[in-house]
């Protein structure tokens, strides 16, 4: 019974201990297997980034973000510029190269997978030159790898050179002609005496424009725009030197110059800037000949310098182009010959104004009171003889234009003319001057 209680120990304790070691066989089976479940859902990612000067982008910020759910991981670049991260998800990826807490690159939908890190490298210089193309609208055919060559790089910086600098001058144009069309809009105001101009120089010197102060206040609205001239011109001619094909540039010179010259009273600058206002038109014209406007325009400065077939034949060139607004065109030479005191001229302008379709209505007017300056007066009886045509321009202003604002003066100067026609035709003639 001894013998057989100690085998049955002995055999207990034996089954015991394999059980025991079969059981922690199974756990350590059981842990190698979990660990490597746990490994392969991890991955890695590796690059390299290369600066805009071609070599290696040392302590750069590597910003690595989930596409899928939200995970956000950083990496630093090493002295070669390279960087690894390891731990990371399965899953969808965006890396970012960040400066200065800027992005200046990024790509995504990259994968990791555990079999093998993910792959990311940036060349900087590539992707800015990649970027530049596509602002200056530049096709590139990328090499075999996605790259670009040194020949492609240099074509695209280039043009992206060429770009900002085109940039720069439009900026510099724009503030120049801003600045100029600003001080040109003030000094018409001024020049004309317009109200607003009146009312500050009144507000300014503590002054009341109903005691007499408008008078005063008119001179120096001429001062003022005479300065907002001075203000004008040298912009727009920084303007022009920045971009000399921009036709209105040019046009608005030749309306500063022409402005200035009608303020001064002194007859050699009035000609300088007539001469100046002209040049600049003619530039205009060279490059928009088919602008009505600076015919128009440029034949008033023409007439102003008393070039007065030279002028009708700009303003005969205005009409032709801008065949709707040619009434008015012949309106403007008409007024600007009156004022030269070329009558015979200004007559002939007033007439084309109102043989146009449609007529400039204020053109009959203008044209009346042209032609009684024309008069003369008879050496035998010394009444007042009506140029041909006086009467009959009168006549169709006012049935033309019976709420006119010129209309009252018409109608008074056909009752004048009405009693000179009596006194010479069936009244007692006027006493010879002795």
Same mark, same amino acid.
């Given at each position: ?23 922690? #066989? ?20 590796? %690059? ?7 070599? /290696? ?8 973000? @989930? ?13 070669? #510029? ?42 900087? @210089? ?19 790898? %996605? $790259? ?10 280039? &043009? ?7 940039? $720069?001058? @439009?900026?510099?144009?724009? !503030? ?8 040109? $809009? ?57 971009? &000399? ?12 110059? %022409? ?5 001064? @009273?002194?007859?050699?600058?009035? !000609? ?45 060139? &205005? ?20 004022? *030269?005191?070329?009558? !015979?001229?200004?007559?002939? &302008? ?17 044209? #009346?009171?042209?032609?009684? %300056? ?11 003889? /009506?140029?041909? #045509? ?5 006549? *169709? ?31 007692? /003639? ?5």
């Amino acid at each position: 019974m001894v013998n057989t209680g100690v085998q049955t120990r002995v055999h207990t304790g034996v089954n015991t201990m394999t059980k025991k070691i079969w059981a922690l #066989g199974m756990l350590l089976g059981l842990l190698t297997l979990g660990a490597g479940t746990a490994s392969a859902q991890f991955g890695q990612m590796t %690059g390299q980034v290369t600066g805009e000067d071609g070599k /290696p982008w040392p302590n750069g910020i590597i910003s690595i973000d @989930r596409e899928d759910i939200k995970g956000h991981y950083e990496v630093k670049t090493n002295k070669d #510029g390279k960087f690894f991260h390891a731990g990371l998800p399965l899953g969808k990826f965006s890396v970012t190269v960040m400066k200065d807490g800027k992005p200046l690159f990024k790509q995504g939908n990259i994968t990791t997978r555990m079999n093998e890190p993910a792959t990311v490298n940036v060349n900087l @210089r590539e992707e800015r030159a990649r970027t530049e193309a596509q602002a200056a609208g530049v096709t590139v055919t990328e090499q075999a790898g %996605g $790259k670009l060559s040194e020949e492609q790089m240099a074509a695209i910086e280039k &043009a992206a050179s060429d770009r900002a600098e085109s940039i $720069k001058k @439009r900026q510099e144009l724009n !503030k120049n002609f801003g600045g100029a069309m600003d001080a040109l $809009k003030a000094a018409k105001i001024a020049a004309e005496s317009k109200t607003p101009c009146v009312e500050i120089y009144a507000e300014s010197t503590g002054t009341n424009t109903a005691q007499g102060a408008v008078s005063g206040s008119l001179d120096k609205c001429r001062v003022i725009a005479s300065q907002k001239y001075d203000e004008a011109i040298p912009q727009f001619e920084a303007a022009a030197a920045v971009d &000399a094909t921009q036709h209105v540039i040019f046009a608005q010179l030749g309306e500063a110059w %022409g402005g200035k010259a009608t303020l001064t @009273r002194d007859s050699a600058q009035k !000609k300088e800037f007539y001469t100046k206002s002209i040049d600049n038109y003619k530039k205009a014209i060279a490059i928009k000949a088919d602008d009505a406007s600076y015919h128009n325009n440029y034949g008033l400065a023409l007439a102003n310098m008393g070039m007065a077939a030279e002028a009708q034949a700009e303003l005969t060139q &205005a009409a032709s182009l801008d065949p709707v607004n040619a009434g008015q065109y012949f309106f403007n030479l008409g007024a600007v010959l009156v004022n *030269k005191g070329a009558m !015979k001229e200004a007559s002939d &302008a007033f007439t084309k104004s109102t043989q146009t379709t449609p007529p400039f209505v204020e053109g009959y007017y203008q044209m #009346g009171v042209t032609l009684i %300056g024309m008069a003369t007066i008879d050496p035998k009886t010394g009444a007042m003889i /009506p140029a041909p #045509g006086t009467q009959e321009a009168l006549e *169709k202003y006012v049935a033309a234009a019976p709420t006119g604002p010129n209309v009252a003066g018409a109608k008074a100067l056909l009752e004048s003319l009405a009693t000179t026609v009596t006194t010479q035709v069936g009244g007692k /003639p006027a006493p010879a001057k002795k």
